[in-house]
Structures are given as C-alpha cells and as structure tokens.
C-alpha cells in the first residue's frame, strides 16, 4: 500500500525549532514534487512549501528566512526546518505529493496523487 508518513513533529516552545520529515512507504520519492500544507483550528488549509523533482523550491513569502525545505535523495526524504517558531504556525502539517505539484502548487486545490496523515505541530509556552 502507498503512503506517505510524516515525523519530527509535537510541542515547542516560541522561538524554538522543529525538522518535519515526509517519506514514503511502497514507492520512492525522486520522482515526484512534495509539498508541505498545513492547516490551523477554524482556518482553510494553506500552502507552506514545495521541492521539485529538479529540487526547485518555493517557500511561502511570509515564511521566509524561518522556514526551509530540503530533499535527501539517499534517504528518499524531504525534510521542512522550522525555526523561531511562533504561536500561529501551530496546526497539522501534512505532506503531499504529486508528479505536477510544483507548477499548481499555489492553486486553490491543487493537483495533489498522495497526502500524508498530517502531524501535529503545536507552539505554546
């Protein structure tokens, strides 16, 4: 069965850092965009980051300078550092992948094959 599973998340202090992990069970990630979504309590899902096949990324604008997507190809895994985390970046993070998601990936519901589960990401002192 294909899936996808996140880790790294949980509770952190504001200022403090987390690393989210997306991997995939059944099949590899090299071939395939992988984007990061999240979604706080009351408020619609958003797009929060995407890597390309060819290792292109984007990077929500007003997440710039704290947050950063990265891929290993050994590992067949795209990690999301999160660093000096605030308060409202707490939600579940899912993780996503589509072999066309880096060119729709700012549509309103963008081409997406795989979700993960999510995971939770909560920032609280």
């Known amino acids: 069965q294909l899936q996808l599973v996140e880790s790294g998340g949980g509770l952190v202090q504001p200022g403090g850092s987390l690393r989210l992990s997306c991997s995939a069970s059944g099949f590899t990630l090299d071939g395939y965009d992988i984007g990061w979504f999240r979604q706080a309590p009351g408020k619609e899902r958003e797009g929060v980051s995407c890597i390309s096949k060819s290792d292109d990324t984007y990077i929500k604008y007003s997440l710039k300078g704290r947050f950063t997507i990265s891929r290993d190809k050994s590992k067949s895994t795209v990690y999301l550092q999160m660093n000096s985390l605030k308060p409202e970046d707490s939600g579940v993070y899912y993780c996503?992948?589509?072999?066309?998601?880096?060119?729709?990936?700012?549509?309103?519901?963008?081409?997406?094959?795989?979700w993960g589960q999510g995971i939770q990401v909560t920032v609280s002192s």
């Open positions: 996503a992948a589509g072999s066309s998601l880096f060119k729709v990936f700012l549509f309103p519901e963008p081409d997406v094959q795989w």
